[in-house]
């Protein structure tokens, strides 16, 4: 799924136009791999929603690669969205 879909599929869930930017807290943040020279990293992100007098809530996730300098500065390599359902 790209990036815009995972956008689309938050709309539809929001009932919104396709915004530019998820909104989100960020709840767990997780490093699924590491080595000497890089490392990768999901950060997972809750959106609630009670406008229907219920709690409704919308997952997502970045999926973040890290290029690790030799003083241990990380550099985003890439990051990409993914709609998630725990």
Same mark, same amino acid.
């Given at each position: 799924? %790209?990036?815009?879909?995972?956008?689309?599929? =938050?709309?539809?869930?929001?009932?919104?136009?396709?915004?530019?930017?998820?909104?989100?807290?960020?709840?767990? %943040? /997780?490093?699924?791999?590491?080595?000497? %020279? %890089?490392?990768?990293?999901?950060?997972? =992100?809750?959106?609630?929603?009670? !406008? !229907?007098?219920?709690?409704?809530?919308? #997952?997502?996730?970045?999926?973040? /690669? #890290?290029?690790?300098?030799?003083?241990?500065?990380?550099?985003?390599?890439?990051? !990409? /969205?993914?709609?998630?359902?725990?």
């Amino acid at each position: 799924m %790209s990036d815009f879909e995972v956008l689309q599929t =938050y709309a539809s869930w929001a009932g919104t136009v396709v915004p530019d930017k998820l909104p989100g807290m960020p709840f767990a %943040s /997780l490093d699924v791999f590491e080595d000497e %020279s %890089s490392l990768r990293n999901r950060l997972f =992100y809750l959106v609630p929603d009670t !406008s !229907s007098g219920e709690l409704r809530c919308f #997952f997502h996730l970045e999926d973040n /690669l #890290f290029a690790k300098e030799p003083n241990g500065v990380l550099l985003l390599l890439e990051s !990409s /969205l993914h709609h998630f359902s725990p």
